[in-house]
């Protein structure tokens, strides 16, 4: 066994430094989460418009920062089927170029709103397509499933989970769901809702899951844990969502800790 690291060197498994809604510079945002151990950043991707900016973090913070493309079921939901199409072919020549993102996503399904519902056929198809690309130039997957479960588990059972595998990012479901993603070959990843009271069906699904494939992330700047609920999000506030992870699955912080990054470093192959 290998002595615990305690907090240093938690990996944020999903937020989006680039994110113009952070209220603060982006070095101060760093800096804040380095102090309280969090020194890898994934930086989930939305829209390709986006995707330069991502790449300029991660040149600005070599070795800490890492992007991942994609398009968005949300951005789908406000652009029309050109704009994917478009959205598509970008992605694979970034996934084609000299440095590709660690990952594809986020990608699924979002039928939260009414808007959302409409453009459910348009992002199945962006979708399906995301997952092709993911076996097809052997990168994970980074799935965003909201009020669309069902279908989703259909496609992933259809398309097939890409061998490289993925993660279940910001999970808000059930235990047997998460199970479900878990035997598909996912990961599941917690967010600050698992520390928001009343989240017992979540608490359960964390208590549920087989360690190794469990990731916690801030989904910065949305989704600030309790007692943060409503502000910024910021990744200095991932260890309330580790320290909520622990507590439900009755394990020592610094062993949740440890393996949460470990599980995050192997999924998108970050170096160290
Ligand atoms: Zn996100």
């Not at 968005?72 to 996934?95: C, N, S, T, Y």
């Not at 594809?104 to 009414?114: C, I, K, Q, R, W």
Request: aromatic share 4%; net charge negative; charged share 20%.
């Amino acid at each position: 066994m290998s002595p615990a690291p305690g907090l240093r060197a938690l990996v944020d498994a999903h937020c989006h430094l680039n994110s113009g809604r952070l209220g603060a510079p982006v070095d101060e945002v760093v800096a804040e989460a380095r102090a309280v151990g969090v020194e890898t950043f994934v930086l989930a991707g939305v829209a390709p418009e986006e995707w330069r900016d991502q790449r300029a973090l991660a040149a600005r913070y070599p070795g800490a920062v890492f992007p991942v493309f994609g398009l968005h079921p949300q951005w789908i939901a406000e652009v029309d089927e050109a704009a994917v199409a478009d959205g598509l072919a970008a992605l694979e020549r970034e996934l084609a170029g000299a440095a590709p993102p660690v990952a594809l996503g986020e990608t699924g399904l979002d039928g939260l709103t009414p808007a959302r519902k409409a453009s459910l056929a348009l992002q199945e198809g962006a979708f399906r397509e995301h997952l092709r690309l993911s076996a097809r130039y052997d990168t994970p997957i980074v799935l965003h499933l909201l009020k669309a479960t069902g279908r989703a588990l259909e496609v992933l059972r259809e398309v097939g989970v890409p061998p490289a595998g993925g993660v279940v990012h910001s999970f808000g479901g059930a235990p047997e769901v998460a199970l479900a993603y878990v035997k598909m070959g996912l990961h599941v990843s917690f967010c600050g809702s698992l520390t928001y009271p009343q989240s017992r069906r979540l608490v359960a699904a964390a208590a549920a899951l087989p360690l190794d494939r469990v990731l916690i992330e801030t989904d910065t700047p949305d989704q600030a844990p309790h007692p943060h609920r409503g502000e910024v999000n910021r990744p200095a506030l991932l260890p309330l969502v580790l320290h909520a992870l622990a507590e439900a699955r009755g394990e020592p912080v610094a062993h949740v800790a440890e393996a949460t990054a470990a599980n995050a470093r192997r999924l998108y192959r970050l170096p160290g």
